[in-house]
C-alpha cells in the first residue's frame, strides 16, 4: 500500500469487489473546489487562485480547508476570501450547499456541517 500516514475514510459499496479508501485531503480539495467556483469567492485562504491553482496543482486547494471525518459523517471548515460588494450570508450560504453537495455526491459520505470563516475582502478591479 502507499503512504500508510495518511488519513483515510472507508466508504461501502454495493457488491462490495474490495475496499475503497478515500483521503481526508481528496475530500479537503473536493470541498476546495467546490468553494472556489461560488461567484463572490476571490480565492482560499492562503490565497490559492486559479492562476496560482494552474501553476501549482490542485492540492493547493487544500489549503484553508480543514476536514473532520468520524464514523462515515463529515465536517468541515473552510477559510476565504471574499470579492468586494458580495452579500456575506447569501455567499457563505452557496459555499455551504456546494461543499455539501459536492463531498456527498463524489465520496458517498455525509455532511453534517459546512463552516466557513471569511479570512479577508479583496477589493477586484476585474468584472465577473
Same mark, same amino acid.
Given at each position: ?30 470541498a476546495g473546489l467546490a468553494a472556489s467556483e461560488v461567484k463572490g469567492?476571490?480565492? !482560499? ?23 473532520? %471525518?468520524?464514523?462515515?459523517? %463529515?465536517?468541515?471548515?473552510?477559510? %476565504? #476570501? ?23 455526491? !463524489?465520496?458517498? !459520505?455525509?455532511?453534517?456541517?459546512? #463552516? ?6 479583496? !477589493? ?5
Amino acid at each position: 500500500m502507499a503512504n500508510e500516514s495518511v488519513h483515510t475514510s472507508t466508504i461501502e459499496l454495493d457488491g462490495g469487489n474490495g475496499e475503497v479508501r478515500i483521503a481526508d485531503e481528496v475530500v479537503a480539495i473536493i470541498a476546495g473546489l467546490a468553494a472556489s467556483e461560488v461567484k463572490g469567492v476571490a480565492s !482560499m485562504a492562503g490565497n490559492a487562485t486559479r492562476e496560482l491553482i494552474e501553476k501549482l496543482g490542485v492540492r493547493s486547494l487544500a489549503k484553508g480547508v480543514k476536514i473532520a %471525518v468520524e464514523e462515515g459523517k %463529515v465536517r468541515v471548515a473552510i477559510g %476565504v #476570501n471574499l470579492r468586494y460588494g458580495y452579500n456575506v450570508p447569501e455567499t457563505s450560504s452557496e459555499i455551504q450547499e456546494k461543499v455539501k453537495t459536492a463531498i456527498e455526491t !463524489m465520496t458517498g !459520505m455525509e455532511v453534517t456541517e459546512v #463552516n466557513i470563516k471569511i479570512v479577508n475582502v479583496v !477589493m477586484d478591479t476585474e468584472k465577473e
